[in-house]
């Protein structure tokens, strides 16, 4: 989708008017009533399409309420863009959106939620529907606005959103189709289409020899094979000795293994490796981007399914870093892939490391779909990648570490063991475990199994079912970041 900037709407651009369920003055409430009932377009996401006639300047127009002016924020702003740009279903579409110097959100802030709720809004899910698409972003939008300089960052925002949306083409792919292999091959795609970016996969025949038991147990009794798929960002004008360093989990299937999962919703398992695919599409932003620092990512692409050769509880396998792991529950995998990849990461050289992981239920039910969990070891890490949340629009809450969690995890005959017989404190003791393997140096765990992969519209921009692209807009922001520490 291409953005402009500039004051008026040219001739065949469709005209937002956002109106908030404050009364406007006397004058645009008399327009408004001319055009729509202006009580039924005030609510938050009510959005009406009307045409004006000729004799007016004959365009189409989309009247969409704000709600309310106290409740106004960024959110509410791209669930308005969403919702009027569902009503322009016609393809080649163009939407013109007037920027509002009065309402409490900045402009640079609205610029980017208009872009990111008209893009994220605008993304279909159905790609493998015979019958075409539902609903598709306007060829163009832009934003009316006497302020040039907000061109920049809106631009940034569509190329964020855009690679946001084909973590949501990952995310909501069949797991038949998106395998291991082929998450692998996705990464080298980008890589190919990119400057400075380059990616591997490391095979299970790899994967063995650098003594990733952990990974290598949870890969066993799947027919696809697993990748460690390795992507670097080295541009050559890097500044300072910052490697950002990016673990995903890429579950392609979460079948729970021998501790197998019930049948209810284990369709939306596919969606267990949306925080791998959050990373993998993030590594695509930065190089388009262009941002000056050097990321590493690694992603732990593998299914868990049950069979001959599945890893069973009671097993006691060894990670990378050398620390034994009794296997309780062989549904509790994806700590036991991220053990190596967070090793791994450090290993080769990442100095700040963030991963992202679909790896609790209890977390989805401790925050639902909005919010995801952070935990951290080091306060000036996490308060970065809480800001970055923030402004990404990418929610995110701290959750403790404590080393009085850790006894959870003990375990009788090994060092630790991968899951505890009580039900309290999941997502926690998951992050103590993580915490073991992620060696010296800061590092923050997003636990974002509520807002990764929706099993129902949640009502806002992200109307859609299935993948959200959750991550990809936070990782990006966190990079930024750190290319410019005084924003
Ligand atoms: N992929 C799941 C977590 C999950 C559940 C994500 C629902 C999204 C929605 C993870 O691998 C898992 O199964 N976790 C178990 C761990 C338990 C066995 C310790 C869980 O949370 O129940
Ligand atoms: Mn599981
Ligand atoms: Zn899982």
Known sequence: MEIRVQKEPDDGDALA?????SRASPAVEQRLSEL????????????????VAEAEGGRDVVVVGLGKADELDSDAVRTAAAAATRQLHRSGSRLAWPLDGQLSVALEEQARAVVDGVLLGSYDPGSWKSEGKEVEPPQRLVLLTDEPSLEPGAERAARVAEWANRARDLANAPPNELTPERLAARAAEIAAGAAHLSAEALDPG??????????????RASHNPARLIVMRYEPPQAKGDVVLGLVGKAITFDSGGISLKPAQGMDEMKGDMAGGAAVVESMGAIAELG???RVLAVVAASENMIGGHAYRPGDIVRAMNGKTIEITNTDAEGRLVLADALAYAREQGATHVLDLATLTGAMQIALGDLYAGVFANDDRWLADVLAAGTAS?????????????????DSSFADMKNSSDLRQGSPALAAEFLKEFVGEGPWAHIDMAGPGFLSRSRGDYLWQRGGTGYGVRLIVELARRLTEPAA
Request: proline content about 9%; aromatic content about 10%.
């Open 17 to 21: 008017v956002p109106v908030l369920e």
């Open 206 to 219: 790899r994967i063995e020899e650098l003594g990733m038991g952990a990974f290598a147990a949870v890969a």
């Open 393 to 409: 629009g990418d929610h995110l809450w701290p959750f403790p570490l404590h080393r009085r969690y850790r006894r959870y995890v």
């Open 36 to 51: 729509v009932d202006p009580d039924r377009v005030r609510r938050l996401g009510d959005a009406y399409l009307v045409h």
């Open 291 to 293: 941002l000056p620092l």
